[in-house]
Structure formats: C-alpha cells, structure tokens
T-cell receptor, first 116, second 113 residues
Framework: AQKVTQAQTEISVVEKEDVTLDCVYETRDTTYYLFWYKQPPSGELVFLIR??????QNEISGRYSWNFQKSTSSFNFTITASQVVDSAVYFCALNAGGTSYGKLTFGQGTILTVHP | DGGITQSPKYLFRKEGQNVTLSCEQN?????MYWYRQDPGQGLRLIYY???????QKGDIAEGYSVSREKKESFPLTVTSAQKNPTAFYLC????????????FGSGTQLSVL
C-alpha cells in the first residue's frame, strides 16, 4: 500500500520568510515518482515538480527548492523569501509502479498563508 | 489554449437524483482521471481511463459511473447511490497512463440540497 503524509495542516508566515513544507511517503516499490502540486484559490492543481526514486539530487527552481531523502522517505519543499502569491494549498503525491502505475496517491495537503 | 474544461463550476443535487459532471480536454491526452477532494483529506481517485472505451475503478468508485466514448471527453455521473456526494471534483489528464504529470481542470463543487 502507498501512503503520503503531510503533517502540517496549515502554515502561516509573513512575506519574505522562508518556509518548508514536509512530505513523508510509504511504498514497497523500488521504482516510484514523487510530485508536488500547488492549488491556488482558483481550484485547479498546478504541477511543480516530479522526481524519480533513483535521483536523490536536490533541485532548485527560482525561489523553490526540494530535498529528497530516501533514507527518511521524505520529499520536502522549501519556498525562500515567500510572497503573498505563494498562498495556496500544496500537495505532495506518490506514483509507484506495478498495479498502481499511472495513479497518484496524494497527501492531505498543507494550507500555506503568506501575510503581507 | 489547450487545457481541461470542467462544467458546471457549481452543481446542486436533490435527494435521489443523478447528476453528471462534464470534463473535456483538448490536449490530445490518452489518459483521464476523476478525483474527489474533501477538506483535510487530499484527493482520492474515483475512476480513470487509459484509452477510449476503457475505464477502471479507482479507490472510491462506489456510487459513481463514467464513460469514455470520445478521447476528449470523460463525464462523471454521481448516482443516487452515493450517499455523501458533497465535495470538490477534479478532472485530470496525462499523455499516457504512466508516471507523467497530470493536468487538472478547475473543478466542480457539488452540494446536496
């Protein structure tokens, strides 16, 4: 069985603060993919990143960075110098192979509010 | 612009009524999905389709039905058997049923009168 846990239900920060969103996953598959999606108030989920289980390199994209650690089954997401436009619900998701191929298991989501 | 269109944005269901949520995509994607979102529970997979005229149950298919007669369209019917239908429904698509990223529509909020 697959499971994704985002322990932080809500996070509130002031603009320009750095914030880290935690994601812990469980799977028995050795090949799997991890994702982060952003859901702004408009409702649709927007893809942010995909990483496969064989690539543990951290990734940086502008103010966004991701830390993937297989040893702790974590795929954490950091926003540097947060902005009001970063306010959204963020989802971590897992896609494993075998019979689960093509289907995402989502975490509960973290509501991020950035105050001016 | 290519994308996924869901309609209506808001939908109300009366007791014992079936309602259908529309999902259309012009991305030429083979795979399509329906997810249900409840507050604090993330997204859960209802049905998915790998190709036209084929679809499979997801984790919470009871009380729902789908069809995939055209590549572009994947409507979801919420039947009267679904006793707790109030939720936000999201349609998504991907190039194939693989590990590729999903593209999402803007969702339909279904409420019970």
């Amino acid at each position: 069985a697959q499971k994704v846990t985002q322990a932080q239900t809500e996070i509130s920060v002031v603009e320009k603060e750095d914030v880290t969103l935690d994601c812990v996953y469980e799977t028995r598959d050795t090949t799997y993919y991890l994702f982060w999606y952003k859901q702004p108030p408009s409702g649709e989920l927007v893809f942010l990143i995909r990483r496969n289980s064989f690539d543990e390199q951290n990734e940086i994209s502008g103010r966004y960075s991701w830390n993937f650690q297989k040893s702790t089954s974590s795929f954490n997401f950091t926003i540097t110098a947060s902005q009001v436009v970063d306010s959204a619900v963020y989802f971590c998701a897992l896609n494993a192979g075998g019979t689960s191929y093509g289907k995402l298991t989502f975490g509960q989501g973290t509501i991020l509010t950035v105050h001016p | 612009d290519g994308g996924i269109t869901q309609s209506p944005k808001y939908l109300f269901r009366k007791e014992g009524q079936n309602v259908t949520l529309s999902c259309e995509q012009n991305l030429n994607h083979d795979a399509m999905y329906w997810y249900r979102q409840d507050p604090g529970q993330g997204l859960r997979l209802i049905y998915y389709s790998q190709i036209v005229n084929d679809f499979q149950k997801g984790d919470i298919a009871e009380g729902y039905s789908v069809s995939r007669e055209k590549k572009e369209s994947f409507p979801l019917t919420v039947t009267s058997a679904q006793k707790n239908p109030t939720a936000f429904y999201l349609c998504a698509s991907s190039i194939q049923l693989t590990n590729e990223k999903l593209f999402f529509g803007s969702g339909t909020q279904l409420s019970v009168l």
